[in-house]
Structure formats: C-alpha cells, structure tokens
C-alpha cells in the first residue's frame, strides 16, 4: 500500500480538530514518559465525521498530523452492533 490510497481528511471540521488535540495530549504523556517527545508533536487518528476518535499513535518521525476517517473494519463492526 501506498500513501496514494489513503484518504486523508483536509478539511478537517473543528469537532475533528478538538478530538485531534485530545489525541495530542494523551500521546504527549506517553511520549514524555519515554523519552522520546520533541516539539512539534504529531499525531495521526482516525476520527468519525461527528469527531468520535476512532483510534490515534504517535511515533518518532512522524512529521506533520494526519487526520483519517474510522476504518472500513470498524464502521461495519458497529451497523453490526446496532442491529
């Protein structure tokens, strides 16, 4: 897989961006524990269109946020749970 076939959410809305910092937050307590935050901090999550986090990591390297929808997976997980 190739970073062509990932959507990446540009626009992101501002419930989106609220969720991103929570995310931002959480690792930067992990990061900080370890040894390895540095500024800035990046994150990568994957956040519902309403700005439920689906998941979040961080990880050394990573050199710009990146916002994704929930994965495929976990939207078909929960029609599967509401039935």
Not at 31 to 56: M, S, T
Request: charged share 35%; aromatic share 10%; proline share 4%.
């Amino acid at each position: 897989m190739t970073t062509d076939t990932i959507e990446i959410i540009e626009k992101p809305t501002e419930k989106q961006l609220e969720t991103l910092e929570e995310a931002r937050q959480f690792w930067s307590k992990i990061a900080k524990q370890h040894g390895w935050y540095k500024e800035p901090f990046y994150v990568q999550a994957w956040i519902r269109e309403n700005g439920e986090l689906d998941d979040c990591v961080s990880f050394q390297g990573l050199d710009q946020d990146i916002i994704l929808p929930a994965r495929i997976e976990d939207l078909y997980e929960e029609d599967m749970n509401a039935l």
